[in-house]
């Protein structure tokens, strides 16, 4: 496994504040549990749901926080301005891959079609061997079952040829994320 220096987790999450609370409630632990680790935070920049939730945490925690934001972002308003280190790009390409690069892990909250986006193409990089970490994802009140299903699917009807097992692992729990990203 390719193991890096610092300790860094890429977070992939909503940024609805229309959604359940017990999604927020998690994004904190989470969070909360990684700092308290020693991780520092890599995001996608934004102030609102789960975003917001994210970075006000690590914030609150004294934590490292990378946030990476395109301008189309910044001009519609959804930057979090309280982020010191906030690396503005021009493209979604350019974020994803600053969002991955150099990380220790990719964790995947609840989330939109942005958020699936991400984790379907961390998932294809991971499948190439492109990204040797783990990508995790936190299936809160059994959000992400459906997709799930859907890729032990795609391998039980040979669309894909690997193993789940080799691309992601699903946690329930914050110390489950915590257990992943340390057996590396």
């Known amino acids: 496994m390719n193991r890096l220096t610092n300790k860094e987790i890429t977070i992939f999450c909503s940024s609805s504040n229309e959604i359940d609370e017990i999604y927020f409630s998690k994004a904190e632990e989470t969070v909360l549990a990684l700092t308290e680790k020693g991780y520092g935070i890599r995001y996608g920049g934004g102030d609102k749901g789960l975003m917001g939730t994210v970075a006000n945490t690590a914030l609150k ?67 190439l061997g492109l990204f040797p970490h783990p990508i995790i994802i936190l299936n809160t009140n059994g ?17 894909m040829e690997t193993s789940l097992d ?14 992943i990203i340390e057996k590396g």
Request: proline share 3%; hydrophobic share 50%; aromatic share 6%.
């Open 61 to 127: 925690q004294g934590a490292k926080i990378i946030g990476i934001i395109p301008h189309f972002m910044i001009e519609r308003e959804w930057e979090h301005k309280g982020i010191a280190n906030m690396i503005r790009v021009e493209t979604m390409h350019e974020r994803k891959a600053l969002l991955i690069k150099d990380t220790n892990a990719v964790l995947a909250l609840p989330g939109g079609i942005g958020t699936l986006e991400e984790l379907c193409e961390a998932v294809a990089m991971k499948k």
């Open 143 to 159: 959000f992400y079952d459906a997709f799930i299903e859907l890729l032990t699917r795609m391998v039980k009807e040979n669309f």
């Open 166 to 179: 080799n691309l992601l692992e699903i946690a329930v729990t914050p110390s489950e994320v915590i257990n």
